[in-house]
């Protein structure tokens, strides 16, 4: 494993508590950052917890990252608990299932954007001007190769990540010269527990697109994060960081 220089470093990571998120949280530690696991599932927050506190400062918060004023709550108290915000991790996200378009419930389309899109605007709306007070800041967004391609039958899932995409872009444009550096990742399929959520047709059709014959291991997207994270990435903003076994053709 290449050593990233985090060292010092304080890092949010939404939906931390499994998947690429808890990757992304373990390759932090292991670079020498703090990090703060946001969460909806209070139970998996503190299973993490336990995994990881032994490898450095680990900390755990239960939010609704679809509601500002939770949001807002969590950010000002991690703020005061470690004097400053480095990183953000947009990780969490939600597939809200398969199903073509004109059978899709509205409600689940609606859902699969607030958690998805409109998650990643809140935390951003809160955390951002903590960062504009240290001068420092590094986001990086969980998008997809699905917000490039579209899937079909995941019409919801494709449209929210497509958004983070262009909210990448907008945001590092805004922020390019106050040292916050913006970007995003648009990885294939990994095998976590997301996977319980689609029909394994879907996840067939998947597996079928990535030229290298194999999901991503979410430790490969964990690499990538850190150093989008680290000091390095520093004249990168707005970018899209594909991750995709060489499926993503633009």
Same mark, same amino acid.
């Given at each position: 494993?290449? $050593?990233?220089?985090? %060292? ?20 932090? *530690? ?5 990090? +703060? ?11 993490? $917890? /336990?995994? *990881? ?8 918060r ?53 958690? %998805? ?21 590094r ?11 579209? %899937? ?5 899932? +494709?449209? +929210?990540?497509?958004?983070?995409? /262009? ?10 010269? $106050? ?20 029909? $394994?047709?879907h ?10 014959n ?30 995709? /076994? /060489?499926r993503?053709?633009?």
């Amino acid at each position: 494993m290449n $050593q990233i220089d985090l %060292n010092g470093r304080i890092s949010v990571i939404t939906g931390g508590a499994r998947g690429i998120g808890l990757a992304i949280a373990e390759r932090m *530690l292991a670079s020498g950052a703090a990090v +703060s696991l946001w969460d909806i599932d209070e139970d998996a927050l503190k299973a993490a $917890q /336990g995994k *990881l506190s032994r490898r450095g400062t680990t900390d755990i918060r239960k939010v609704d990252l679809t509601n500002e004023k939770d949001v807002d709550r969590i950010t000002n108290d991690v703020y005061a608990h470690f004097g400053k915000i480095d990183i953000l991790v947009n990780n969490a996200g939600i597939t809200g299932g398969n199903g073509v378009v004109w059978e899709l419930d509205p409600s689940v389309w609606r859902k699969v954007i607030e958690v %998805n899109l409109i998650a990643p605007f809140i935390t951003c709306h809160s955390i951002v001007p903590k960062m504009l007070a240290g001068g420092y800041g590094r986001i990086i967004n969980v998008a997809s190769i699905a917000g490039k391609e579209g %899937n079909p039958t995941a019409s919801h899932y +494709s449209a +929210s990540k497509a958004g983070l995409i /262009g909210f990448t872009k907008s945001l590092g444009k805004e922020l390019a010269t $106050q040292n916050i550096m913006v970007n995003c990742i648009t990885p294939a399929a990994a095998k976590t527990e997301l996977f319980a959520q689609m029909e $394994q047709r879907h996840i067939d059709y998947m597996l079928s697109k990535i030229p290298m014959n194999r999901f991503l291991n979410v430790e490969e997207a964990a690499a990538m994060v850190a150093w989008l994270a680290s000091e390095e990435c520093s004249f990168t903003t707005g970018g899209v960081f594909d991750i995709s /076994g /060489g499926r993503a053709v633009y």
